[in-house]
């Protein structure tokens, strides 16, 4: 039951008072959309021992703050709603009054920088700002708050800041949108005829872990390195003086580096970096294992949501942070939907796309983004209630961001039709296609490999353009070269004219994949390889090795 939470077992770092007024969380503002066809949680905080009610949609509701002054209750199941109604909560002489809320569906949008890529910086922007015409569409991004521990909410500077507060899908506002999440709501919003709230808690350049409770994380052991080095780095920041020894260390760099700059200047030399002032500042605050739980997940784990879209996995490709990932992007699905109080949660999977450029067969091979998006493939098919999309055909060049968001989120929004709302086609009872040709098994004969796929996700199997790209095979000395293919109904066979005796296949297995291999709805076919061989990460440590970790 929602009442019923992990949340009630924890210890909240607060500066809440047993005598403070009646609030609500930060979460709660005007313009916002409350979840339909579901109890809504309601909390704040009051004066200890005071009544507290509610008043929404004709409904009354009371409750009496604790004494510690906090409270909570719930309004019945919500019908949907486009018309802006007031939601009224009281206590005493007290009363706080939130305008123009809708009711609809409430989606959470976590992430990195990826799921962050505003509206105003994806490739459609021209376009979409200026048309935006959804004020039924609103969103609210939260600002970047990570701490050691868990926060009761977040702070807002100012009712007209674009972080904390909802807004609307105008062209005067929705330029700060998530991307991904504002197609994924446009095509749902569209199709279910409700409105759609976003509440966007992504942050670029997080880690899988910074989103899982720190309890979860502490006893995997590829973890033990994050946490030293974080708590180095709080000790050498509290034997430093903390923020007063900062501000003095900070005051001597910036002078001597304007001496330098002006020798530097002076001989006609490159001028050095001035100190970065960030690097002056709490640990506590920055990225961190937990963190960004404790900051962003936290404070609105109470909400009453739909789902969760979560577009993570580019912070885990780089050196050896590949090693925690099969622990880590598990917990985030395990432990979102402990902290929301729904162990069937929606969880829509974004699996990263790719960046740079082909160096090498053996660098491909052996790229991080390789691992990290089979953890992502392993990861979906264990946990029910989860959808994958795929991306990598999003990106154009090498840039690390795709601008191209709009397959994204309506590949997203295909999942969650099919598999949350179980929404049909008109003239249909067949459900909504959204998955692209997933790898079932493989047979060798006379020098061919034929691929099965499962199901219906085969169905009008097809080559782009009757172009075989991303296609690689290797025979037993597992050296692969780009292979030849073709489609023979639903298999696809795979060959090489120099390698009579085939051993495995892969597609789509490099850092920034080119593959042409589609089904009837153009959606493409996921990456994958029908080998197990272990793999060398580069500028890394160690093997990685799926059959360790896949059960």
């Given at each position: 039951?929602?009442?019923?939470r992990?949340?009630?077992?924890?210890?909240?770092?607060?500066?809440?008072?047993?005598?403070?007024?009646?609030?609500?969380?930060?979460?709660f503002?005007?313009?916002?959309?409350?979840?339909?066809?579901?109890?809504v949680?309601?909390?704040?905080?009051?004066?200890?021992?005071?009544?507290?009610?509610?008043?929404?949609?004709?409904?009354?509701?009371?409750?009496k703050?604790?004494?510690?002054?906090?409270?909570?209750?719930?309004?019945?199941?919500?019908?949907?709603?486009?018309?802006?109604?007031?939601?009224?909560?009281?206590?005493?002489?007290?009363?706080?009054?939130?305008?123009?809320?809708?009711?609809?569906?409430?989606?959470?949008?976590?992430?990195?920088?990826?799921?962050?890529?505003?509206?105003?910086?994806?490739?459609?922007?021209?376009l979409?700002?200026?048309?935006?015409?959804?004020p039924?569409?609103?969103?609210?991004?939260?600002?970047?708050?990570?701490?050691?521990?868990?926060?009761?909410?977040?702070?807002?500077?100012?009712?007209t800041?674009?972080?904390?507060?909802?807004?609307?899908?105008?062209p005067?506002?929705?330029?700060n949108?998530?991307?991904?999440?504002?197609?994924?709501a446009q095509?749902?919003?569209?199709?279910?005829?409700?409105?759609?709230?976003?509440?966007?808690?992504?942050?670029g350049?997080?880690?899988?872990?910074?989103?899982?409770?720190?309890?979860?994380?502490?006893?995997?052991?590829?973890?033990?390195?994050?946490?030293?080095?974080?708590?180095?780095?709080?000790?050498?920041?509290?034997?430093?003086?903390?923020?007063?020894?900062?501000?003095?260390?900070?005051?001597?760099?910036?002078?001597?580096?304007?001496?330098?700059?002006?020798?530097?200047?002076?001989?006609?030399?490159?001028?050095?970096r001035?100190?970065?002032?960030?690097?002056?500042?709490?640990?506590?605050?920055?990225?961190?294992?937990?963190?960004?739980?404790n900051?962003?997940?936290?404070?609105?784990?109470?909400?009453?949501?739909?789902g969760?879209?979560?577009?993570?996995?580019?912070?885990?490709?780089?050196?050896?942070?590949?090693?925690?990932?099969?622990?880590?992007?598990?917990?985030?699905?395990?432990?979102?939907?402990?902290?929301?109080?729904?162990?069937?949660?929606?969880?829509?999977?974004?699996?990263?796309?790719?960046?740079?450029?082909?160096?090498?067969?053996?660098?491909?091979?052996?790229?991080?983004?390789?691992?990290?998006?089979?953890?992502?493939?392993?990861?979906?098919?264990?946990?029910k209630?989860?959808?994958?999309?795929?991306?990598?055909?999003?990106?154009?060049?090498?840039s690390?961001?795709?601008?191209?968001?709009?397959?994204?989120?309506?590949?997203?929004?295909?999942?969650?039709?099919?598999?949350?709302?179980?929404?049909?086609?008109?003239?249909?009872?067949?459900p909504?296609?959204w998955?692209?040709?997933?790898?079932?098994?493989?047979?060798?004969?006379?020098?061919?490999v034929?691929?099965n796929?499962?199901?219906?996700?085969?169905r009008?199997?097809?080559?782009?353009?009757?172009?075989a790209?991303?296609?690689?095979?290797?025979?037993?000395?597992?050296e692969?070269?780009?292979?030849r293919?073709?489609?023979?109904?639903?298999?696809?066979?795979?060959?090489?004219?120099?390698?009579?005796?085939?051993v495995?296949?892969?597609?789509?297995w490099?850092?920034?994949?080119?593959?042409?291999?589609?089904?009837?709805?153009?959606?493409?076919?996921?990456?994958?390889?029908?080998?197990?061989?272990?793999?060398?990460?580069?500028?890394?440590?160690?093997?990685?090795?799926?059959?360790?970790?896949?059960k």
């Open positions: 039951m929602r009442t019923i992990f949340l009630a077992f924890i210890s909240f770092a607060c500066n809440l008072f047993a005598e403070e007024n009646l609030r609500l969380p930060n979460i503002g005007d313009k916002m959309v409350l979840q339909r066809d579901k109890p949680a309601l909390w704040g905080w009051a004066k200890a021992g005071a009544k507290v009610s509610a008043k929404f949609a004709g409904q009354n509701k009371f409750t703050a604790n004494d510690k002054g906090r409270w909570t209750l719930q309004l019945d199941k919500l019908k949907t709603s486009f018309t802006g109604r007031q939601l009224v909560v009281t206590s005493g002489a007290e009363k706080i009054t939130l305008t123009d809320i809708l009711v609809g569906e409430v989606w959470v949008c976590g992430g990195q920088s990826n799921m962050e890529w505003s509206l105003r910086a994806s490739r459609d922007s021209d979409e700002v200026a048309s935006a015409d959804s039924h569409i609103r969103f609210i991004r939260l600002p970047h708050i990570a701490r050691p521990t868990a926060q009761e909410d977040f702070p807002v500077t100012n009712k800041s674009d972080q904390g507060n909802w807004r609307q899908a105008i005067e506002q929705v330029e949108c998530t991307a991904v999440g504002y197609y994924f095509r749902i919003s569209r199709r279910l005829k409700v409105p759609v709230g976003l509440i966007d808690v992504s942050w350049g997080t880690m899988a872990q910074h989103w899982v409770l720190n309890e979860t994380l502490k006893p995997f052991p590829e973890m033990q390195p994050y946490h030293e080095k974080f708590e180095a780095a709080m000790k050498a920041w509290v034997d430093g003086g903390e923020k007063e020894g900062a501000a003095k260390r900070y005051a001597t760099d910036l002078k001597a580096w304007e001496k330098a700059r002006a020798e530097a200047k002076a001989k006609g030399e490159r001028e050095p001035r100190p970065n002032q960030n690097n002056y500042t709490t640990p506590a605050h920055k990225r961190q294992p937990g963190g960004m739980m900051g962003m997940i936290l404070p609105i784990s109470k909400m009453t949501i739909a969760a879209l979560f577009y993570q996995g580019e912070n885990n490709s780089f050196g050896t942070s590949w090693k925690p990932f099969h622990r880590t992007f598990p917990a985030v699905i395990t432990d979102w939907r402990r902290v929301f109080g729904d162990e069937d949660l929606p969880i829509g999977l974004v699996q990263i796309a790719g960046w740079s450029t082909r160096r090498s067969m053996t660098y491909d091979m052996n790229h991080h983004t390789n691992v990290i998006r089979e953890i992502q493939h392993l990861t979906w098919a264990r946990f209630n989860t959808g994958l999309i795929v991306t990598y055909d999003t990106n154009s060049n090498g690390i961001h795709p601008g191209h968001k709009r397959p994204v989120g309506e590949r997203l929004a295909r999942w969650a039709l099919a598999q949350v709302y179980r929404a049909m086609p008109q003239k249909s009872n067949k909504i296609e998955r692209g040709p997933i790898y079932a098994s493989h047979e060798i004969k006379e020098g061919k034929y691929i796929f499962e199901g219906e996700t085969a009008g199997l097809r080559l782009n353009k009757d172009i790209e991303g296609f690689y095979i290797a025979g037993q000395d597992k692969f070269k780009h292979s293919a073709r489609i023979q109904g639903t298999q696809l066979v795979v060959w090489h004219e120099e390698i009579k005796e085939p495995a296949v892969r597609y789509a490099s850092n920034l994949p080119h593959g042409t291999l589609l089904n009837f709805r153009e959606l493409p076919a996921y990456p994958f390889r029908t080998d197990n061989w272990p793999l060398a990460p580069h500028q890394s440590t160690g093997l990685y090795e799926v059959n360790k970790i896949s």
